[in-house]
Structure formats: structure tokens, C-alpha cells
């Protein structure tokens, strides 16, 4: 329940709720735990290995880290094995076993000392996940760990007896670091939040050996992070919360500013670049932003002042000018911009009006939304931080950034710039702001797509910009025509699409002076093997099919080889069946120019062109300067030589195998054990250009049947006359068996010899 008590014009409820919510946000609580628990063997069994006896012996752990493997870690959605950044051996749970009965309840045990710890009051799950095992040098580089179960939101990791020295983790959040350590001889757990950072160091000497759970909570309740975890943290996003379920109308604060602690500089402001309880409340905000329908921004804010002030020159009269002070380092630029002729700086005498203006808006990302837009004073939750005397500015008072905490529904209202000519708003910062404003809106929406207001929002401020551009603004003669740029269109235009709003995606089409870039048809796919986006979404699909058909036709040759089965041909089957739906005929040109630009570009960079060499036999060198290597260097460029034979001792033709397979040399070199020192045989071959020829037939094949998922008559109305040549080039010949009539592309014209080397292992009909 909000109250809004006005007490000596300092209106209380939210406002001061708010303000008092966010002071107490000190730092974060414990991010991460660890401790001793009792001695109980788990009683491990591993197979093809058996039961692992306490004390741990050198010999059985040797045994399993022979069953172990290579710790993966993930990237985005990759899983990685590079032991540059994980070096680790580990075992998964199907190849152990804990055969000790009340090893579960221990491990709900250890659970609830975690969950105290971390404090989380919801019953905790632990979920087994790998054995681990960290030799000399074995370490883990900082990473978070990703949720690898629903509703994980901590990882646990269970000490096993094991002598080792190093292998601490050493773990960072919000700018704190802990450093905790599994116990050498008995048994212990550490645990962690998954977003918190954290390293495993190298182990110096012995073994690190350890079991990993994923801690769980229902998943159907708010996943615990190490940001939430506090009392304060929990008050903060109550009054938050009760903040923003009031009325839009009844709202006593439209949207707040709380004053930063530190000094930042107006080029590097982002959520990174915060310190200390700054990034925690900042970062804290940004999670309850996950949750909550708001939206958080940094401020730099400029104080603007006016008054009279003193020329220094001989003729001194007192004139009326406006300065503009920033605090700390602006203030410098204020100096140096306002000095006279003779060096003194013309200081205010009186100051009659001090208004604040917010210089820059930016993203949590740093990304800039707004320049130059006005700050109410009212709407600063601690207004007097940011009125001190201007002495102070000297002192370096540091308070002239700011977190913005704007609720959604009040976005558009709140980055709303005035259209008028006023105070320092020219009309060229104005429109500046739109497209930045409109390319922020527009991105937002790609996380929030159901947000009608926000959609409202930019549909109304794309027309003013729009309908400006072509008309100027009211009252103005010479319209400044904005051009919002191309990036900012894209992204409008996938905002109209995820919005599912034809006129919308039409209007934003039309604004498109140029093709799209690649990156749109990426963002199409992905959208659409999302579920979130399908062709029939754009009823109006015929208002982009110009404008796609261009973009991919200019686009096709560049057509990444790997991207054709995960993207463009299901693009084309969905086009198909959007065609279909809507009784289009594929053979539209537009559409056939996609279908056949992407189909074309298929055969020639996915299957490409038959792999030849020239019977060259000049090979390249190998890499080593001794005697035998420059005898096998010679042999290998010479092009006359096939064959070369080297008798020399085992040692040396064992160093000369060694670099022939180092550097790749397409030859086969053998041992012909006959006479002494027996003879190394290098015979120049053309294996690679085999394999090559090989992986080539098995595209092909591949092409064909992928082709031949099209429907003939359809494939005919794409390629046209170029149907047979193209089909040829993937080995699906005329019924008849007999060769199109023509030169085939790709086919050597002059008969040539042929080499059991050049036989096409897939399709037989060929050469
Ligand atoms: O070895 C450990 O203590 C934990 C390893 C780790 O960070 C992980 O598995 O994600
Ligand atoms: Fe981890």
C-alpha cells in the first residue's frame, strides 16, 4: 500500500521508500559458502575400475582417471573441450556409483547449510553431476556456470579426501572475492550462486578430488541469484513492486533518479564500468528488471545555471548570460569554454535559476538513448546531493550520475522529447534523439514483444519522424529531413514483424532505401525455428518479398557453405508453404529470384566444384634444416621425382616420418626392410586430393536428395533453363541416362586420362 504524505514539501511514500530502499542496499550478502561436513565414505563403485577404498590410493585413482575424460565447458550454446580453459578430468554419473545408503541424506544435509548460507528459504534440491579430478596443473579459468537443470541456481561441489596443494576457488562477485578451498584430508562442500565468477587455480601438487551437484529449487518459483539474495534486496523489490502496481495516473513518481555514488567519465559509463555499491544496486536493479515491468538507465546530469556575471574587460557591464556547470571533470570543460580574452573566468554573481538537465541517457550497456533531455527536480530521489554550492564542484563532489528507474508503462512518456524549438533543444538534437530513441524502443521490444504500449510507442514516434520528413515540422519552411539510419529501420522492421503488425512491417519496408543486411534473414530463421515468427504473421508478406528478393539475390554468392541445411533451405520450405497458403504461385518473380538465388548459391558453395589437381608432383617442403631433411627437401620439390628412397639408420628415417606427417605431406612413406640400414620409400601420392574428391561426391549426393525435397515442376519454374545443367551438377541426370546437351559446367572439356584417384565414389554415372 503506497502513502503519499506530504511533509514540508518533501512528499514521503514511495519517493522516500524508494530512496531509503536503495540506501540500504550495502553490498550483496554471501554470494558463496563452504564447510566441513563428517566423514562418511560415499562408498564409491566405478566401473571397470570397483569399489574405491578411503584413504585414496595413488594406484585406483590412476585406474580411474583412465576411465575419466577431458572436461567440456559450455560457450553460448556450444560445449567446448580446450584444456586452455579447462583442464580437468572428469567421470559422469553413469559411470559411478555412491552405493552408500544415507549418502543422499548427507548430501541434504550439506544442502541445508548451503541454503542458509546463501540464504535461501525454498527446499533445495541437489542433483549429482560429474566426479572431477584435478592433477598437477588442473584448473578451470573463471567462468559462471550455466543452468543445467530447471530451477538450478547454485552449484555444489563435495570435497572427497585427497592430499592436494592449489586447485583454491577463488570467487568474485559485484566487485567482492572470496577465496574458498575443499579440504585435503576429510570431507568439505563450497558452493556458489551460477551467476557468480568463478576460477578453480591450478593444483600445485596431488589430486583434487571432488563430486559436482547442480542445487535445484522448484522451478516454477523466482530462481534465487546472488543479487536477490538479502533482506534488503527482497524490500527493495517489494517497493518496487508496489510502486509500479499503482495506476499510471495515480503515479506519484513518473520515474526516479537515484544518485550514483562514484566518479565515472560521461565516454564509459555502463553497468561494467559501476564500483562498489554502485554496481550493487545497479546490478540488483537489473535483476528485479527481469521480474518487474521497468526499465533501468544511467544518467550523466549537467546542472545548468543563470545570473549575472562581470565581463573583465575595461568596459565592464553587468550582462545576463547563461552558463552551463558540470560537476567534476565538465566543470573543466565550463572553465575553458567561458574564459575571456584576459584568462578570468566570468563567474555567475547571483545565480537566479539552477536547473538540472540530464547531459546523456544511457543503457545499462552503455549504448547512448538520449542526449540533452530535461531532469524534474521531483523526480530526483535525493534532491539535495545534487544542489551544493558550486565551491564544492572544485572539492571534486562527486555526484553527477544517476540510475534511472523508468516503469514501462511510462517509457514512452518519459523519452518523449519536445517537438517545439525550447531552451537548449535544438530541432537537430531532437531528431537525433528520436532515431537513437526509436532504435532503443525498437530493441526492447525484441525482449518484451507482447508490450502494447511499447509498440504504441514507437509506431507513433516512427509516423512523427516519418510524416516529418516528408512534410517538416509544423510551421517550418525548410523541413530538416530525417533519415532514420538503416541499422535502426532493420531493427523497427523486425519489431513491426515480432508485433505482428502488417501496415506496421509495410511502412517500415517502404522506409528501407537500401537491401537488408545478411543478419535479418539470420534473425528471420531464428525467430522462426523459435516458433515466435511465422510467414503467415506477415500477411502482408508481399510488401517485403521486393525487398528480400533483392537483398538475398545481392547476398547469395556470399552464402556461407555451413549455413544452408540450418538455415537457408528450411527458409525456402517455409517459403513454400507460405506461397501455398496464400494461393501465391512460386514462379512469382520475386519469389523465383529467391528461390533460385539460394538454390544456386547451394550448388556452388555448399557442393562446389570438382576437386582437381594438375598431376603436379612439386610438393612442399618440410620444415628442419639437417642433412636428411634438405636430401627429402629436394626430392620433394623436384617435379620430376616420384619416388625417393632414403637408407639411412632407424633413428633418421624415424625423424624423417616425423616430418612428413607434420607437415601434412600428400606422399606415403615406408620402411622397405631389406638390406642395412633399411631404406625409407617416400612415394609422392595424391591422398588428400582423394579425400577431397570424396567429401565432394558425398555433398553432391547430399545436394541431390535435398534438391529433389523440392517439387520438380516448382525446381523447373526456378531455374529455367538452366534446370539441366544445374541438376547435372549434382549428378541428377535427364531420365533418358543420356548427358544434357552443352558443355557441363565444371567438367574438364578436353578428354583426359583417367586416374583410379579421380573416381567419384558417390555417383558412378559421372565422368
Ligand atoms: O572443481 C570445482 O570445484 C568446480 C568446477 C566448476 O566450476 C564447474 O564444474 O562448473
Ligand atoms: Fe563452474
Same mark, same amino acid.
Given at each position: 500500500?503506497?502513502?503519499?504524505?506530504?511533509?514540508?514539501?518533501?512528499?514521503?511514500?514511495?519517493?522516500?521508500?524508494?530512496?531509503?530502499?536503495?540506501?540500504?542496499?550495502?553490498?550483496?550478502?554471501?554470494?558463496?559458502?563452504?564447510?566441513?561436513?563428517?566423514?562418511?565414505?560415499?562408498?564409491?563403485?566405478?566401473?571397470?575400475?570397483?569399489?574405491?577404498?578411503?584413504?585414496?590410493?595413488?594406484?585406483?585413482?590412476?585406474?580411474?582417471?583412465?576411465?575419466?575424460?577431458?572436461?567440456?565447458?559450455?560457450?553460448?550454446?556450444?560445449?567446448?573441450?580446450?584444456?586452455?580453459?579447462?583442464?580437468?578430468?572428469?567421470?559422469?554419473?553413469?559411470?559411478?556409483?555412491?552405493?552408500?545408503?544415507?549418502?543422499?541424506?548427507?548430501?541434504?544435509?550439506?544442502?541445508?547449510?548451503?541454503?542458509?548460507?546463501?540464504?535461501?528459504?525454498?527446499?533445495?534440491?541437489?542433483?549429482?553431476?560429474?566426479?572431477?579430478?584435478?592433477?598437477?596443473?588442473?584448473?578451470?579459468?573463471?567462468?559462471?556456470?550455466?543452468?543445467?537443470?530447471?530451477?538450478?541456481?547454485?552449484?555444489?561441489?563435495?570435497?572427497?579426501?585427497?592430499?592436494?596443494?592449489?586447485?583454491?576457488?577463488?570467487?568474485?562477485?559485484?566487485?567482492?572475492?572470496?577465496?574458498?578451498?575443499?579440504?585435503?584430508?576429510?570431507? #568439505? &562442500?563450497? !558452493?556458489?550462486? +551460477?551467476?557468480?565468477?568463478?576460477?578453480?587455480?591450478?593444483?600445485?601438487? /596431488? =589430486? *583434487?578430488?571432488?563430486?559436482?551437484?547442480?542445487?535445484?529449487?522448484?522451478?516454477?518459483?523466482?530462481?534465487?541469484?546472488?543479487?536477490?539474495?538479502?533482506?534488503?534486496?527482497?524490500?527493495?523489490?517489494?517497493?518496487?513492486?508496489?510502486?509500479?502496481?499503482?495506476?499510471?495516473?495515480?503515479?506519484?513518481?513518473?520515474?526516479?533518479?537515484?544518485?550514483?555514488?562514484?566518479?565515472?567519465?560521461?565516454?564509459?559509463?555502463?553497468?561494467?564500468?559501476?564500483?562498489?555499491?554502485?554496481?550493487?544496486?545497479?546490478?540488483?536493479?537489473?535483476?528485479?528488471?527481469?521480474?518487474?515491468?521497468?526499465?533501468?538507465?544511467?544518467?550523466?546530469?549537467?546542472?545548468?545555471?543563470?545570473?549575472?556575471?562581470?565581463?573583465?574587460?575595461?568596459?565592464?557591464?553587468? #550582462? &545576463?548570460? !547563461?552558463?552551463? +556547470?558540470?560537476?567534476?571533470?565538465?566543470?573543466?570543460?565550463?572553465?575553458? /569554454? =567561458? *574564459?575571456?580574452?584576459?584568462?578570468?573566468?566570468?563567474?555567475?554573481?547571483?545565480?537566479?535559476?539552477?536547473?538540472?538537465?540530464?547531459?546523456?541517457?544511457?543503457?545499462?550497456?552503455?549504448?547512448?538513448?538520449?542526449?540533452?533531455?530535461?531532469?524534474?527536480?521531483?523526480?530526483?530521489?535525493?534532491?539535495?546531493?545534487?544542489?551544493?554550492?558550486?565551491?564544492?564542484?572544485?572539492?571534486?563532489?562527486?555526484?553527477?550520475?544517476?540510475?534511472?528507474?523508468?516503469?514501462?508503462?511510462?517509457?514512452?512518456?518519459?523519452?518523449?522529447?519536445?517537438?517545439?524549438?525550447?531552451?537548449?533543444?535544438?530541432?537537430?538534437?531532437?531528431?537525433?534523439?528520436?532515431?537513437?530513441?526509436?532504435?532503443?524502443?525498437?530493441?526492447?521490444?525484441?525482449?518484451?514483444?507482447?508490450?502494447?504500449?511499447?509498440?504504441?510507442?514507437?509506431?507513433?514516434?516512427?509516423?512523427?519522424?516519418?510524416?516529418?520528413?516528408?512534410?517538416?515540422?509544423?510551421?517550418?519552411?525548410?523541413?530538416?529531413?530525417?533519415?532514420?539510419?538503416?541499422?535502426?529501420?532493420?531493427?523497427?522492421?523486425?519489431?513491426?514483424?515480432?508485433?505482428?503488425?502488417?501496415?506496421?512491417?509495410?511502412?517500415?519496408?517502404?522506409?528501407?532505401?537500401?537491401?537488408?543486411?545478411?543478419?535479418?534473414?539470420?534473425?528471420?530463421?531464428?525467430?522462426?525455428?523459435?516458433?515466435?515468427?511465422?510467414?503467415?504473421?506477415?500477411?502482408?508478406?508481399?510488401?517485403?518479398?521486393?525487398?528480400?528478393?533483392?537483398?538475398?539475390?545481392?547476398?547469395?554468392?556470399?552464402?556461407?557453405?555451413?549455413?544452408?541445411?540450418?538455415?537457408?533451405?528450411?527458409?525456402?520450405?517455409?517459403?513454400?508453404?507460405?506461397?501455398?497458403?496464400?494461393?501465391?504461385?512460386?514462379?512469382?518473380?520475386?519469389?523465383?529470384?529467391?528461390?533460385?538465388?539460394?538454390?544456386?548459391?547451394?550448388?556452388?558453395?555448399?557442393?562446389?566444384?570438382?576437386?582437381?589437381?594438375?598431376?603436379?608432383?612439386?610438393?612442399?617442403?618440410?620444415?628442419?634444416?639437417?642433412?636428411?631433411?634438405?636430401?627429402?627437401?629436394?626430392?620433394?620439390?623436384?617435379?620430376?621425382?616420384?619416388?625417393?628412397?632414403?637408407?639411412?639408420?632407424?633413428?633418421?628415417?624415424?625423424?624423417?616420418?616425423?616430418?612428413?606427417?607434420?607437415?601434412?605431406?600428400?606422399?606415403?612413406?615406408?620402411?622397405?626392410?631389406?638390406?642395412?640400414?633399411?631404406?625409407?620409400?617416400?612415394?609422392?601420392?595424391?591422398?588428400?586430393?582423394?579425400?577431397?574428391?570424396?567429401?565432394?561426391?558425398?555433398?553432391?549426393?547430399?545436394?541431390?536428395?535435398?534438391?529433389?525435397?523440392?517439387?520438380?515442376?516448382?525446381?523447373?519454374?526456378?531455374?529455367?533453363?538452366?534446370?539441366?545443367?544445374?541438376?547435372?551438377?549434382?549428378?541428377?541426370?535427364?531420365?533418358?541416362?543420356?548427358?544434357?546437351?552443352?558443355?557441363?559446367?565444371?567438367?574438364?572439356?578436353?578428354?583426359?586420362?583417367?586416374?583410379?584417384?579421380?573416381?567419384?565414389?558417390?555417383?558412378?554415372?559421372?565422368?
Amino acid at each position: 500500500m503506497a502513502t503519499s504524505t506530504v511533509d514540508g514539501g518533501e512528499p514521503l511514500g514511495i519517493k522516500k521508500e524508494l530512496r531509503e530502499a536503495l540506501d540500504a542496499i550495502v553490498s550483496s550478502g554471501t554470494f558463496a559458502s563452504q564447510g566441513r561436513l563428517p566423514h562418511v565414505d560415499p562408498q564409491i563403485k566405478v566401473q571397470d575400475v570397483g569399489a574405491i577404498s578411503l584413504p585414496l590410493q595413488e594406484s585406483q585413482l590412476r585406474q580411474m582417471m583412465k576411465q575419466a575424460h577431458q572436461a567440456p565447458y559450455g560457450k553460448g550454446s556450444e560445449t567446448l573441450v580446450d584444456t586452455a580453459v579447462r583442464n580437468t578430468l572428469e567421470l559422469n554419473p553413469g559411470q559411478f556409483e555412491l552405493s552408500n545408503p544415507n549418502w543422499d541424506n548427507y548430501i541434504k544435509r550439506a544442502c541445508t547449510c548451503v541454503a542458509r548460507d546463501l540464504g535461501v528459504d525454498s527446499p533445495v534440491s541437489a542433483e549429482l553431476y560429474k566426479m572431477l579430478i584435478y592433477e598437477k596443473g588442473a584448473m578451470f579459468k573463471p567462468h559462471t556456470d550455466t543452468e543445467k537443470a530447471p530451477g538450478m541456481f547454485a552449484t555444489l561441489v563435495i570435497g572427497l579426501p585427497s592430499p592436494f596443494e592449489g586447485g583454491e576457488v577463488a570467487v568474485k562477485h559485484q566487485g567482492k572475492k572470496m577465496t574458498l578451498t575443499t579440504l585435503q584430508h576429510g570431507f #568439505s &562442500y563450497v !558452493s556458489w550462486y +551460477s551467476d557468480v565468477v568463478h576460477e578453480i587455480l591450478a593444483v600445485r601438487s /596431488g =589430486y *583434487r578430488w571432488v563430486l559436482t551437484y547442480n542445487l535445484c529449487i522448484d522451478p516454477s518459483r523466482p530462481c534465487p541469484t546472488a543479487c536477490l539474495l538479502t533482506d534488503e534486496a527482497r524490500h527493495l523489490h517489494r517497493i518496487l513492486k508496489t510502486w509500479l502496481n499503482q495506476n499510471t495516473p495515480e503515479r506519484e513518481l513518473s520515474h526516479a533518479y537515484y544518485r550514483l555514488d562514484h566518479e565515472y567519465t560521461k565516454a564509459n559509463i555502463s553497468l561494467n564500468a559501476l564500483k562498489g555499491r554502485d554496481l550493487a544496486s545497479v546490478h540488483l536493479l537489473k535483476e528485479i528488471s527481469n521480474d518487474l515491468n521497468m526499465e533501468i538507465f544511467l544518467a550523466v546530469i549537467a546542472k545548468g545555471q543563470m545570473g549575472p556575471c562581470r565581463y573583465e574587460e575595461p568596459y565592464s557591464r553587468k #550582462s &545576463y548570460r !547563461s552558463s552551463r +556547470s558540470y560537476f567534476n571533470i565538465y566543470l573543466e570543460n565550463y572553465n575553458a /569554454g =567561458y *574564459r575571456g580574452r584576459s584568462g578570468a573566468i566570468h563567474a555567475l554573481e547571483q545565480i537566479i535559476n539552477t536547473s538540472y538537465e540530464v547531459d546523456t541517457l544511457v543503457g545499462l550497456d552503455g549504448c547512448e538513448v538520449m542526449e540533452s533531455m530535461p531532469l524534474k527536480n521531483d523526480n530526483v530521489l535525493q534532491m539535495k546531493c545534487f544542489d551544493v554550492d558550486p565551491q564544492e564542484d572544485y572539492m571534486g563532489y562527486q555526484g553527477n550520475f544517476a540510475v534511472v528507474i523508468v516503469p514501462r508503462d511510462s517509457i514512452a512518456h518519459f523519452l518523449k522529447v519536445p517537438t517545439e524549438r525550447s531552451g537548449p533543444y535544438t530541432e537537430s538534437t531532437c531528431q537525433g534523439n528520436k532515431a537513437l530513441i526509436i532504435g532503443y524502443l525498437a530493441k526492447s521490444l525484441a525482449h518484451t514483444p507482447d508490450d502494447q504500449f511499447l509498440i504504441k510507442t514507437l509506431k507513433d514516434l516512427c509516423q512523427e519522424v516519418w510524416t516529418m520528413s516528408e512534410t517538416g515540422p509544423p510551421g517550418s519552411s525548410r523541413p530538416p529531413r530525417v533519415v532514420l539510419p538503416e541499422a535502426v529501420i532493420t531493427k523497427v522492421l523486425q519489431a513491426a514483424i515480432i508485433s505482428k503488425d502488417p501496415d506496421f512491417v509495410k511502412d517500415a519496408v517502404g522506409r528501407l532505401e537500401r537491401n537488408l543486411s545478411p543478419d535479418f534473414f539470420t534473425w528471420v530463421q531464428e525467430q522462426t525455428a523459435a516458433g515466435l515468427i511465422t510467414f503467415d504473421t506477415i500477411k502482408d508478406f508481399g510488401s517485403i518479398v521486393g525487398i528480400l528478393s533483392r537483398t538475398i539475390c545481392s547476398h547469395a554468392p556470399a552464402m556461407e557453405a555451413s549455413d544452408f541445411h540450418s538455415l537457408w533451405l528450411p527458409f525456402l520450405h517455409h517459403l513454400v508453404r507460405f506461397c501455398e497458403a496464400n494461393s501465391i504461385p512460386t514462379s512469382t518473380p520475386d519469389y523465383q529470384r529467391i528461390f533460385a538465388a539460394i538454390l544456386k548459391a547451394y550448388i556452388n558453395n555448399y557442393v562446389g566444384e570438382r576437386p582437381s589437381h594438375d598431376g603436379n608432383y612439386v610438393r612442399p617442403t618440410v620444415g628442419h634444416g639437417c642433412a636428411d631433411c634438405i636430401s627429402l627437401n629436394r626430392f620433394l620439390s623436384d617435379p620430376a621425382q616420384t619416388v625417393g628412397r632414403f637408407s639411412v639408420n632407424q633413428k633418421r628415417r624415424h625423424h624423417l616420418h616425423l616430418r612428413l606427417d607434420a607437415a601434412k605431406i600428400d606422399c606415403t612413406h615406408e620402411t622397405e626392410r631389406i638390406g642395412s640400414p633399411q631404406t625409407l620409400v617416400v612415394t609422392k601420392s595424391f591422398r588428400r586430393h582423394e579425400r577431397d574428391l570424396a567429401a565432394w561426391g558425398k555433398r553432391k549426393a547430399e545436394a541431390r536428395v535435398k534438391l529433389l525435397d523440392f517439387n520438380k515442376r516448382d525446381l523447373t519454374g526456378w531455374f529455367g533453363e538452366e534446370y539441366e545443367g544445374l541438376m547435372g551438377r549434382v549428378g541428377h541426370g535427364p531420365s533418358s541416362g543420356r548427358r544434357p546437351a552443352g558443355p557441363v559446367p565444371n567438367r574438364p572439356t578436353r578428354p583426359r586420362k583417367r586416374k583410379a584417384a579421380d573416381i567419384d565414389v558417390v555417383d558412378l554415372r559421372d565422368d
